[in-house]
């Protein structure tokens, strides 16, 4: 999501009918190289205060995200799950943060700041920082994995365009190896809204996103309910101090065949 500079997983729609994906919890075993990724003593301590709230282990392992993968973490805000991604595929992996042009144009520095610095920085030499318009988006190689974390709903706004998402969604599949995955996070609107409130609450209609994402050739293969939240009435914007940190969010897996 986008603070502009002048101004968590499913929802209550329901579970999808087992036809359509299967319903995932967390794995009851965490991967080593995950849990020591989450507990990396370089992380920052604001960080590591949002774990109880997006449970990094559970949507981590639910991705399927293991050593040596090339994966793009799309939109990566301050870099929190750039950070976890790049300990979990190691030296032999690769991740790519990418930031959109539109997002360093219009949004606070701040929101990016920590992604930025991030390249920087000692022990993450496997993290690229890539910044270009949403519509010249590609990977520099083929990725097993692209995670994007509450962001989605904004490629929809103003501030990004809006973008042409059945353009991006394209690429993003075209960005993957066949067998990949596309992971989703975002913030659930209520049932039938479709886009209605991307650009006032920062949620979306999960079965909007559905049929976007499956129009560019996507398998919905999963959803894990680990961020539900059946308290949020999908009617506070996700900025509202009686949800912010709390609110419902969907967690999506697709599938490149």
């Given at each position: 999501m986008c603070v502009k500079l002048h101004w968590f997983v499913v929802g209550a729609f329901g579970l999808m009918a087992p036809s359509a994906g299967v319903l995932a919890d967390a794995a009851p075993g965490i991967p080593a190289?995950?849990?020591?990724?989450?507990?990396?003593?370089?992380?920052?301590?604001e960080q590591v205060k949002l774990d109880p709230m997006r449970k990094p282990a559970a949507v981590v392992?639910?991705?399927?995200?293991?050593?040596?993968?090339h994966v793009a973490d799309f939109m990566p805000g301050n870099a929190y799950f750039t950070r976890i991604l790049s300990d979990v595929v190691g030296p032999a992996g690769r991740v790519y943060a990418f930031i959109p042009a539109e997002q360093v144009a219009?949004?606070?520095?701040s929101e990016i700041a920590g992604t930025r610095a991030l390249a920087h920085e000692q022990g993450y030499a496997n993290v690229t920082v890539l910044t270009d318009s949403?519509?010249?988006?590609?990977?520099?190689?083929?990725?097993?994995?692209?995670?994007?974390a509450l962001n989605y709903?904004?490629?929809?706004?103003?501030?990004?365009?809006?973008?042409?998402?059945a353009a991006l969604n394209k690429r993003i599949?075209?960005?993957l190896k066949p067998g990949g995955f596309f992971l989703v996070i975002d913030h659930v609107a209520a049932s039938g809204s479709g886009l209605r409130d991307t650009e006032t609450l920062h949620r979306i209609d999960p079965m909007q996103m559905?049929?976007?994402i499956e129009a560019a050739g996507f398998i919905f293969e999963a959803q894990s309910n680990v961020l539900r939240n059946a308290d949020d009435d999908h009617t506070r914007a996700v900025?509202?101090?009686?949800v912010r940190g709390k609110t419902d969010q969907m967690v999506f897996r697709f599938r490149r065949p």
């Open positions: 190289a995950l849990a020591a990724a989450i507990a990396d003593p370089r992380r920052p301590a392992a639910f991705a399927g995200v293991k050593p040596g993968d219009n949004c606070a520095p949403i519509a010249n988006f590609r990977a520099p190689e083929p990725l097993d994995v692209l995670w994007t709903h904004d490629l929809h706004d103003s501030f990004m365009g809006p973008a042409n998402v599949f075209d960005a559905r049929r976007e900025f509202d101090p009686m």
